[in-house]
Every structure is written in structure tokens, then in C-alpha cells.
């Protein structure tokens, strides 16, 4: 794809973010493009944040890891994106739903916080748990800037990976006093029980779906730096939200993480 074609299409998200309104998914309007461009795309759209409303880049995310979110959105591969420090909402926050998000949904994750540098190819699960200081439960919040979430895998990444803000809970602990792939998340919206997941929903471990964002990352030059928190993807289905809603997830034996839509 032409550079020009991709900082038009980079534009066009970034304006339809910040005017809180969809497109037309991409892979309507481009039939040839490939992942590599969407990716290229969604450099310009975070670049237009850094630019022009002075974000910084404070770490990475990975999503459509698990089945049932990947059945819901019709999307069979992973995703992968990058964190603002204007993304990220502390514990129990208020969450403006109106002129800040579109089409929101809720997602129960893991997130990790780094205290080395992770470069990939080659960055192996053991790596990665080398590398992490914390785990912290966590909720992402993704919004899609395509019409009724009619997407496909190069829409969602060249949409930054349809991350809209994240939420994470005040408890963090070292994940090596832990068995990630068995470790259980419920989810409850509006004080009622809602779902729950393990983190084996997560490509079999949340330490792999780390590794393959740190190794899929690294291929465009991208690296993992010591400080950054790292979304690992969904342990459950997506869970719409609009204004009045409370959610609130436990992960077992750590501690909970809660956010209300306002």
C-alpha cells in the first residue's frame, strides 16, 4: 500500500477516535490490504496522538486470544496494539462513556508490568517471566472505530488493536508464586455474576500470548521496555457496557479490579 493511502486511512481513524464516530471497515474500502499495512496504519493513527495531543507510549497489548472472543468478532488471529498513559484509569474509576468511547466492551485480563526490556524474535515464555515484576488483575475496555464491530484482522489492527482505555487493580504480585494457565477470573456486571475464565484462555498461557506479542512486535522493531504494562488478552467473551454500568472481576488468590461507566 502506498504511504499515501496509509497516512490517509491512519488519519481517518485518528479523527473518528477523537469525534467519537465509526468508519467503514477498511477491508471494505481496500480489498489488498495486508496485515503488514494495517500496522502501518495503526503507527500513523498512534503517531497523531503522540504528535498532536502529547501521549506517551506506555505499553503494549494483545487481544482476540481466546476462542470465545474470537468467535464473537469473527476474528481468528491475534491482534496487537500500543498503551497510552492517557489510556490507563486507576482502580474503582469513573469511566466517561460519552465523548470518550463509542461501541465500548469489557474485558477481564492479566496485565504484566516489566522490569527488563524484552526484544523479539526469539523472546521464549521464560523470558518473559523474567522479565516481569508484577501481575495485576485488570480490565480493558476496547471500542471500535468500525461500524458495529465488522471487523476483520487488518481492521482491528490498523484500529490499534480496537483498544479504547484499561483499568488496573491496586493489588500486584510476582508471577513466579503463581500457575497462570489455572489461575481464575469471575467476572460480575452490575453486582450479578457474569462469566469467568482461566488464564489457559489465553493461547493455552498467558506467558505465551506475551511471547508472541514480544516476537510479532519485534519483527517491525518494536521492543518491550523495563516499566511498560503488557495486556495479555481475554480470559472471557467481551461484555457490552454503557453508562450506568458497574463492573468488577475477581482474579483468584490476588485480588479484584472494578470501573463504573459514567
Not at 221 to 235: D, M, Q, R, T
Amino acid at each position: 500500500m502506498e504511504q499515501q493511502k496509509i497516512e490517509q486511512l491512519g488519519d481517518e481513524l485518528y479523527a473518528a477516535m477523537r469525534e467519537c464516530r465509526t468508519l467503514a471497515p477498511l477491508t471494505d474500502r481496500e480489498s489488498d490490504i495486508t496485515v503488514e499495512d494495517a500496522y502501518h496504519i495503526s503507527l500513523r493513527m498512534l503517531n497523531r496522538r503522540l504528535d498532536l495531543d502529547g501521549e506517551k507510549v506506555v505499553g503494549k497489548k494483545i487481544g482476540v486470544t481466546s476462542k470465545p472472543v474470537q468467535d464473537m468478532l469473527g476474528v481468528f488471529q491475534p491482534d496487537f496494539g500500543f498503551l497510552t498513559d492517557a489510556m490507563v484509569y486507576p482502580d474503582a474509576a469513573d469511566i466517561p462513556v460519552a465523548g470518550n468511547l463509542i461501541q465500548p466492551r469489557a474485558e477481564g485480563e492479566i496485565a504484566f508490568r516489566l522490569k527488563k526490556d524484552l526484544v523479539g524474535p526469539g523472546v521464549t515464555e521464560a523470558d518473559v517471566l523474567d522479565a516481569t515484576e508484577t501481575i495485576i488483575p485488570c480490565f480493558e475496555i476496547v471500542d471500535s472505530r468500525i461500524d458495529d464491530w465488522q471487523i476483520k484482522i487488518q481492521d482491528t489492527v490498523a484500529d490499534n488493536a480496537s483498544c479504547g482505555v484499561y483499568v488496573l487493580g491496586e493489588n500486584e504480585v510476582d508471577p513466579k508464586d503463581f500457575d497462570l494457565p489455572n489461575l481464575k477470573m469471575k467476572i460480575y456486571k452490575n453486582g450479578e455474576f457474569h462469566s469467568e475464565g482461566l488464564g489457559s484462555a489465553v493461547q493455552g498461557n498467558p506467558l505465551t500470548a506475551v511471547a508472541w506479542l514480544a516476537n510479532t512486535l519485534g519483527e517491525f522493531g518494536i521492543p518491550f521496555k523495563a516499566g511498560e504494562v503488557i495486556l495479555s488478552g481475554s480470559l472471557a467473551p467481551l461484555i457490552p457496557v454503557v453508562a450506568g454500568d458497574e463492573m468488577r472481576l475477581e482474579l483468584e488468590g490476588i485480588g479484584d479490579c472494578s470501573c463504573k461507566f459514567v
